[in-house]
C-alpha cells in the first residue's frame, strides 16, 4: 500500500523513491544556476570586506520573518555589517517602503538586500537608486512584466533564471544566496583564519518560513522542510524553545508549525511590529525570548477575536451561498491583519476565489484567496486597471484598492473568474488515494506511513476511503464540545476515530457512514496507538 502511495506521488523506480524518502542535503542544486546570484554575491562580499552597512528589508509575514531573521544571522557570522526593517502592516503597507529606503539613505547605508517581497516595487526600487542605493531583491512572488531597477533580482519565476526548482518560498532564495555567498568567501580566503558559519543552522528557519507560506513541498522544499523540521524538533535556538512552550507543542511537525507556531509568529506583523519575530528567533536571552513569545501568544488571541468577529460580519453580509463564483467584500471596520485568513475561511467554506478589503478613507488595502484552480495573480492582472497595486502568486495575494473603483473591481473580477472557472468546479470535491477496510489497518502501517512525511501542499497526508462503517461509542471533545471521537466497526474489525471540527455532523453518526480519513499515530503519556482522523462523512447509500 505504502508502495503504491508513493508512485501515486511520481516515485517510478528505486532511485526516485530514495531521492523522495531521503532528502538529503548532498543534492541541493548549484545557487549559480539563479539568474542574478553571481552579481548578488559580489556586492554582498565587498560590503562584508569593505565593513559597509546592509540593511535586510524584510516582509511582515512568517517567511518574511524567518528570512530577515536567517539573513542577519549568517551575513553577521560572515563578518558582515547589517541592521534589519521589517514594515509595519498598517503604517507602511505591504513590501519595499519608501519611508525605509529614505531613512536608509540619511543613514549613509547604500545596501539594501529584500526578502520576500520587493519584485513588483518599481517605485521604490526607482526611489532607491535615484538615492545611490544599491538594491539586491530576492523574492519568489509572481514578477511583473517589466522589473523593478535593481543592481540584481533573485527570483526562479524570472524569465530567464536556469534554477531548476521555480517554487521556492522567499526564506529558500534567501537561502541559496547564502550558500553562493559562503562558497564566494570561502574560495576568496575571505574567512581567513575564522570558522566558517555551518548553514545547516538556520535550516529550522528555512522550514518555518517555507512551511507557514504554503509552497508546496515536494523536491527542493520537501528536503529543506524535512530537515529543517528535525532541528527545530531538537534545536537550541532559544526563541523557537520558548514559542514551543506557549503554543503547547509537543511533537514538532508541519501541523505543529502552520497551525500553532506560525499563527504567533504572524500575530506580530498582523496586529504591531513584526520585527519582534525576528528578535524572538536571534535572541539567546531566555528571559528575552520567553516575554516576547508571552507577548505573541497575547497578540494571537486577539488576532482570533478579531478573525471571528470579521467572519461573522462577512457571513452576515453574505447570509446564504454566494449566487456568483467570487466573493468580494469590503468594509470601514475590518482590520488589514486579519482579512487575509478570513479570506481563507470563507474559501474553504464556499470553493470561491475570494476578496476582502478593509477601507480606511477612500483607500482600501485587499487580500484575496483563490480556489477551484483560478490563478489569483493572472485573474488581478486583468483587473489591474481598476486597481492601485497588487502582488502575489497562484493561490494568494494582496491588492489596493479605492473606494470609487471597489465595485467596477468587485464586477470585473467576478466577470473574469466566470470566464475561467466552470460551475462544476465550485462543488467541493474530496479526493482520496485509496480505498481500504478495517482489517487492513494497523498501527506498524500508520508509522510506515510517517515516512512519507513532511505533509503538505504537493504532499498531502494520504486520505482513504472506508465504506459502511457502523459508528459506536460517540462523545464530543474540546472544551466547547467542537470534536467527536468514536469507535468505527466494519467486519469484526474496529478502530479509534477523531473528528475535528465536527460537531455539526455529529447526528450523521447514528446510522452507518462512509467516511473519508487519515491512518495515523495518537501519542499520548509515552503511549502509542493507532487512531484515524476523519475529514469527511456521509450517509452510505441503500
Request: hydrophobic share 45%; proline share 4%.
Amino acid at each position: 500500500m505504502t508502495a503504491g502511495l508513493l508512485m501515486a506521488r511520481g516515485c517510478s523506480d528505486t532511485d526516485q523513491v530514495a531521492e523522495f524518502l531521503d532528502s538529503r542535503l548532498a543534492g541541493l542544486p548549484d545557487p549559480s544556476l539563479m539568474l542574478g546570484m553571481e552579481v548578488a554575491v559580489a556586492r554582498l562580499a565587498d560590503a562584508i570586506t569593505a565593513g559597509e552597512p546592509i540593511l535586510v528589508h524584510g516582509d511582515y509575514d512568517v517567511d518574511g520573518i524567518s528570512g530577515a531573521s536567517m539573513l542577519v544571522e549568517v551575513l553577521s557570522a560572515f563578518g558582515a555589517n547589517v541592521d534589519y526593517f521589517l514594515p509595519l502592516r498598517l503604517h507602511h503597507g505591504y513590501g519595499l517602503s519608501a519611508e525605509a529606503i529614505r531613512s536608509t539613505a540619511a543613514d549613509g547605508t547604500k545596501l539594501i538586500l529584500s526578502v520576500d517581497c520587493g519584485i513588483s516595487a518599481h517605485e521604490e526600487a526607482e526611489l532607491a537608486a535615484q538615492l545611490g542605493i544599491d538594491l539586491i531583491i530576492t523574492d519568489h512572488h509572481h514578477p511583473p512584466e517589466d522589473l523593478p531597477r535593481s543592481i540584481a533580482i533573485l527570483n526562479p519565476l524570472q524569465p530567464g533564471c536556469q534554477f531548476p526548482f521555480k517554487s521556492l518560498a522567499g526564506v529558500g532564495v534567501a537561502f541559496f544566496l547564502l550558500v553562493g555567498l559562503r562558497r564566494h568567501l570561502r574560495d576568496t580566503g575571505a574567512f581567513g583564519e575564522r570558522k566558517e558559519f555551518d548553514l545547516r543552522r538556520v535550516l529550522d528557519l528555512v522550514a518555518l518560513g517555507t512551511i507557514a507560506d504554503l509552497v508546496p513541498l515536494r523536491g527542493l522544499n520537501r528536503t529543506l522542510a524535512k530537515q529543517g523540521l528535525k532541528l527545530m524538533s531538537s534545536t537550541s535556538r532559544s526563541g523557537i524553545k520558548a514559542l514551543k512552550k506557549v503554543a503547547d507543542v509537543k511533537e514538532v511537525n508541519c501541523g505543529a508549525v502552520g497551525f500553532r507556531l506560525a499563527p504567533r509568529l504572524n500575530a506580530a506583523g498582523r496586529l504591531e511590529d513584526a520585527a519582534l519575530g525576528v528578535r524572538l528567533l536571534l535572541s539567546e536571552d531566555e528571559q528575552e525570548v520567553g516575554a516576547i513569545a508571552g507577548q505573541l501568544d497575547q497578540w494571537n488571541r486577539e488576532r482570533q477575536d478579531l478573525e471571528k468577529q470579521t467572519l461573522d460580519a462577512a457571513l452576515l453580509e453574505l447570509q446564504d451561498a454566494p449566487d456568483r463564483k467570487s466573493i468580494v467584500l469590503g468594509d470601514d471596520g475590518w482590520h488589514q491583519g486579519v482579512i487575509g485568513i478570513v479570506a481563507s475561511r470563507l474559501v474553504e467554506r464556499f470553493h470561491r476565489p475570494t476578496v476582502l478589503v478593509a477601507f480606511d478613507g477612500d483607500d482600501g488595502k485587499g487580500s484575496a484567496r483563490s480556489a477551484a484552480g483560478f490563478h489569483l495573480y493572472e485573474g488581478l492582472a486583468a483587473c489591474s486597471d481598476h486597481l492601485t497595486a497588487f502582488g502575489g502568486h497562484a493561490a494568494a495575494a494582496g491588492l489596493g484598492v479605492t473606494r470609487d473603483s471597489f465595485a467596477s473591481f468587485a464586477k470585473l473580477f467576478e466577470q473574469t473568474v466566470d470566464d475561467r472557472v466552470a460551475e462544476e468546479d465550485l462543488i467541493p470535491t474530496f479526493y482520496y488515494d485509496e480505498e481500504i477496510t478495517l482489517d487492513e489497518v494497523s498501527l506498524d502501517w500508520a508509522m510506515e506511513l510517517e515516512i512519507l512525511a513532511p505533509f503538505g501542499i504537493g504532499n498531502p497526508e494520504p486520505i482513504f476511503m472506508v465504506r459502511q462503517v457502523e459508528p459506536v461509542q460517540v462523545a464530543s471533545l474540546g472544551k466547547q464540545g467542537e470534536h467527536l471521537r468514536f469507535t468505527a466497526c466494519q467486519g469484526g474489525f474496529s478502530a479509534a476515530c477523531v473528528a475535528f471540527g465536527m460537531m455539526d455532523q455529529r447526528e450523521m453518526l447514528h446510522g452507518v457512514v462512509d467516511m473519508l480519513c487519515t491512518v495515523g499515530v495518537n501519542r499520548w503519556n509515552g503511549r502509542e496507538s493507532l487512531q484515524l482522523r476523519v475529514k469527511a462523512l456521509r450517509p452510505t447509500e441503500g
